[in-house]
């Protein structure tokens, strides 16, 4: 049994308390640090699980060819695994966060900003193209300049984030 940590909804207010957690463990003989290690890890995993799921939709491809079926969760778990990996080398600092988010002990963003993150860096150039290499060392004055047009498919894919 883990005691339910006080809580006050405002300051001042009367101290709350949550129920308390029960875990479950068939090793007499484990200790509490690890059985706690191993309850957050598995946590970790299960986040996972629902991340594959709930946003890159793991086992709900449309596709109908026996060998597509069997490799499309394994290739988008990879892909999921490249994320994540490509996350952790990445310096947390660096990446600009709302300033309603900065959290000093940020050890690891959502897979939902990450996915956002890739969108920004693949569609980038698409999106906000190179306006300055066209410049000429004279310009006439019979000529408008030039507005940008972005692709329409890159246009759709920023459009629908």
């Not at 009367?14 to 007499?28: H, S």
């Not at 310096?91 to 002990?105: C, E, F, G, H, N």
Request: a positive charge.
């Amino acid at each position: 049994m883990i005691a339910p940590l006080g809580y006050r909804l405002r300051k001042g207010s009367k101290l709350l308390y949550r129920q308390p957690a029960f875990l479950i463990c068939t090793d007499p003989t484990l200790s509490i640090q690890s059985l706690l290690q191993n309850y957050l890890w598995r946590w970790d995993i299960e986040v996972n699980f629902r991340d594959q799921k709930s946003l890159l939709g793991v086992g709900e491809a449309q596709v109908r060819n026996p060998n597509s079926v069997q490799s499309q969760p394994a290739t988008a778990i990879a892909a999921y695994g490249l994320l994540l990996l490509a996350a952790a080398q990445c310096d947390l600092k660096a990446l600009k966060q709302p300033k309603w988010r900065s959290d000093p002990q940020l050890k690891r963003l959502s897979t939902t900003a990450l996915i956002n993150l890739l969108r920004h860096e693949l569609w980038n150039d698409s999106i906000r193209p190179k306006r300055f290499t066209h410049f000429r060392s004279e310009t006439s004055s019979d000529h408008n300049p030039q507005k940008p047009q972005p692709e329409l498919a890159s246009a759709v894919f920023y459009a629908s984030t």
